[in-house]
């Protein structure tokens, strides 16, 4: 019955027809985002980010300028290219944002971040956990006749692939900090 | 404090609403003359009032609310003034720092509710704050993209007294927007206006926001340049209706030649418009062999749905100024010879002659509404605000606009009830001026309480209500998308308008036959104080043009006989 032609694939009941024109290749990328310390400020970052349907893989933030009353805040998240530029040029909307700097785009950057494992065994998996965590050199920061915890610092992908290695040695449970990012060199 | 920070910003209205957790501060603007505070009906009409008032004067609007109702009560004003840019400062009262947290009577977590719909608030928990917040938070409305800033007053921090910080000469803190353009971008803008076949303005808010320079300087530009402009609903009135280069508003509902032109330009040049859904239609299809060029105050405009070639962050005014500028110095070139090919090119989608309607000896047809109140307040200094609907777009194209500062409506949230409170707004800004706000009869309903602010403050707003009877807008997509099946769009039990005005005390007309309607809308503009006009019209007229749901600018439907076909389902005029 309807007059309107609309064709295969646009909205029929909606004006809404948002397919993209832009690159629809997801890249993940590392943001760190300098903000006025002031109440509120994490909320709004973190609003920005599920208003708006953006990812967030992780977040980390700490003050780091206490005289100055600055926090970072490390994001990663995931994206196309657009989205990643959107991402970027909203967060420097807000007013508390002083500075906005894409870590993935601007050349080499450190990442890491800590993580905390507790895996539970004995006889030769324990055994095993601990030589791993050797290799790894993580720390045992907590032992018991039947457990480790383990702490690790490194790079996400290093933190993924021990997670991995003592999951089938009895890791019972994982806490991470998320990732924290400098860029590298003098800048 | 509060009302001493707020004279010296310049402040001299404030729309609101008392209560608890604000009576510190109604007691200090009780014993004072230099604001005058204007008593609305309800919260949400503060805010619209206090939009009208701000888009009509170009400063910034105030309002003043209480904790918990108040505040939520204000959150679609908000909302509004976000989408649309437009500069505004809400008080609002909390309960006192310690009794935060507590569920008091009339708590409501006010900047977390209002953190997505402001541009930025402030919960100030100190009254040393309180002067340098309020300072900053009119730099922060005004300045860059506008937008409304909230500021959440404890009712322990407005009692209590602090030292007095004044407002700074230079705008202090980190929040400075870019202002001037890249001038290697404006260049080679510049450049492509010179050697384009089929250039464009399209011109949106921004310009209105910019300031009346920005208008002017965009009228010398299109003059100089020749070439044709259209302009967002948000953007009537910088380039004047009467102009030669105009082709009318684009969009949804935009005419025929305007969204033609932008389909098959060459060169777009977009000044503070942010490719707005109802103006680019189908994404994939929008105007597919233009270079794009996109001047924005705002970074997160570009591309954000449209990939622009020339992007230019800055202020529309500067930009311009420095467009007009390196143009000239380049010799002021313009590729005449395509120019004029265009304009013929153009001449002819004009002939199509999309607004025409069938109108009719028995019945007021909305259209023919609106060209008499056109004719009849012509060369009068006008304001018009409009509601949310078939009547706004039939306003938007109907009405002419000669002035930035002159066109009120709701663009970017579409909220139904704007309209009356944004009149009230701005007859209290423009006390000897005519205001009218073009309305619907249901959006109208929605804020129909501010009749006691008009009489109350003999503000001679009028009233236009077309009044159908139906929710139009709803209806016609009904009918057009979902088999006709008119799903809670009719409006039963309507009051009897005449009656409504004079049980307010102001004057009521109303008028069904067309052969009345010049007299009586003559009555309502000789009229002094507030009207309400029941404007019978046609109950199922369409809005044409349109262009359908996910579809490109040169599939537009038209209307008149033609959209009878397309009802029917003979066939829509698809061109």
């Known amino acids: 019955m309807s007059a309107l032609q609309i064709k295969k694939g646009s909205s029929k009941h909606s004006a809404y027809n948002l397919r993209p024109t832009f690159s629809d290749v997801q890249e993940a990328h590392t943001i760190t985002v300098l903000v006025e310390n002031e109440p509120g400020v994490l909320a709004r970052v973190i609003g920005l980010f599920s208003g708006r349907g953006y990812n967030i893989d992780s977040l980390t933030v700490a003050e780091v300028d206490h005289e100055g009353h600055l926090s ?63 290799i790894f050199r993580a720390q045992v920061v907590d032992s018991t006749l039947e457990s480790f915890i383990f702490q690790l610092t490194g790079a996400p ?11 089938p040695l009895g890791l019972v449970q994982v806490a991470r900090t998320g990732v924290a990012a400098l860029s590298r060199g003098t800048s | 404090m509060v009302v001493q920070a707020l004279k010296d910003q310049g402040v001299d209205t404030v729309f609101g609403y008392p ?11 009780f014993q004072q003359n230099d604001i005058q505070h204007i008593l609305v009906r309800h919260e949400q009409a503060a805010v619209h009032a206090a939009e009208g008032y701000a888009r009509s004067t170009g400063k910034v609007g ?47 977590d006010t900047v977390g509710i209002t953190r997505p719909c402001t541009k930025h608030n402030w919960l100030v928990k100190d009254t040393a704050d309180l002067s340098s917040v309020i300072h900053q938070a009119f730099h922060v409305a005004a300045s860059g993209r506008p937008g409304p800033v909230l500021i959440d007053i404890p009712k322990d921090v407005q009692f209590a007294s602090s030292e007095y910080t004044p407002k700074p000469k230079a705008p202090v803190g980190h929040y400075q927007p870019q202002v001037k353009g890249d001038m290697e971008t404006i260049t080679a803008l510049v450049e492509a206006i010179e050697t384009a076949e089929r250039p464009i303005f399209y011109t949106g808010g921004g310009v ?37 280069n105009w082709l009318g508003m684009l969009g949804m509902h935009g005419l025929y030649e305007a969204n033609l032109a932008m389909h098959g330009c060459d060169l777009m040049i977009n000044i503070g418009a942010r490719f707005d859904d109802r103006i680019t239609g189908r994404l994939d299809a929008f105007s597919p062999k233009s270079k794009k060029a996109h001047i924005d105050i705002d970074p997160s405009s570009i591309n954000k749905v449209i990939k622009t070639d020339l992007p230019i962050v800055g202020d529309v005014g500067h930009v311009l100024e420095d467009m007009l500028k390196v143009w000239k110095a380049r010799g002021r070139k313009v590729n005449r010879e395509a120019l004029a090919k265009w304009w013929r090119q153009i001449d002819e989608w004009k002939q199509v002659k999309c607004l025409t309607y069938k109108n009719s000896e028995t019945t007021i047809k909305p259209q023919y509404a609106l060209e008499r109140l056109e004719a009849l307040t012509k060369g009068r200094d006008r304001y018009i605000t409009t509601e949310v609907g078939q009547h706004q777009m039939w306003a938007a194209q109907f009405l002419g606009f000669e002035d930035p500062n002159r066109w009120m409506t709701s663009g970017g949230l579409g909220t139904m009830g704007y309209g009356f409170p944004s009149s009230v707004g701005v007859q209290v800004a423009h006390p000897e001026a005519l205001v009218i706000n073009v309305a619907g009869e249901a959006s109208w309903l929605m804020n129909m309480q501010e009749m006691g602010t008009a009489v109350q403050y003999r503000l001679p707003v009028k009233q236009f209500i077309l009044n159908n009877e139906r929710l139009g807008m709803v209806r016609q997509w009904q009918q ?59 109950k199922h007229e369409n809005c044409f043009p349109m262009i359908p749901s996910g579809e490109p600018h040169n599939k537009m439907l038209l209307g008149d006989a033609k959209a009878t076909n397309a009802i029917a389902g003979k066939g829509a005029v698809l061109v």
């Not at chain 1, 992908?157 to 999951?167: C, N, Q, T, W």
């Not at chain 2, 608890?20 to 603007?29: F, K, M």
């Not at chain 2, 209105?208 to 530009?221: D, H, K, V, Y």
């Not at chain 2, 049980?503 to 309400?532: T, W």
Request: proline share 5%.
């Open chain 2, 19 to 29: 209560g608890g957790a604000v009576l510190p501060i109604y007691d200090e603007i």
């Open chain 2, 208 to 244: 209105i926001n910019s300031g009346p320079a920005a208008s002017q300087l965009l009228r010398e530009l299109v003059e100089a340049t020749g070439i044709p402009i259209t302009s967002t609903l948000m953007g009537l009135g910088a380039y004047p209706a009467s102009g030669k």
């Open chain 1, 157 to 167: 992908d290093k933190i993924d692939a021990f997670a991995d290695l003592m999951r």
């Open chain 1, 72 to 134: 970072r805040i490390t994001i990663v998240t995931t994206g196309t290219p657009q989205v990643i530029e959107q991402i970027k040029a909203q967060l420097g909307r807000i007013v508390s944002v002083r500075d906005v700097h894409d870590l993935t785009a601007e050349g080499s950057s450190v990442e890491r971040e800590l993580a905390l494992m507790k895996v539970n065994g004995s006889g030769d998996k324990r055994v095993e956990a601990l030589r791993l965590a050797d």
């Open chain 2, 62 to 108: 105030v309002a003043l609310v209480t904790s918990g109702p108040g505040a939520t009560n204000a959150v679609t004003g908000l909302t509004d003034a976000l989408m649309d840019s437009i500069p505004i400062v809400v008080l609002s009262g909390q309960v006192p720092t310690f009794m935060i947290g507590s569920d008091a009577f009339q708590e409501a």
């Open chain 2, 480 to 538: 057009l998308l979902h088999g006709e099946r008119y799903s809670s769009s009719w409006s039963e039990a309507l009051p009897d308008f005449v009656k409504l005005a004079e049980a307010f005390g102001a004057k009521g007309i109303i008028c069904k036959d067309p052969a009345d309607l010049d007299d009586a809308i003559m009555e309502m503009l000789n009229h002094d104080g507030p009207v309400i006009f029941d404007c019978l019209v046609e």
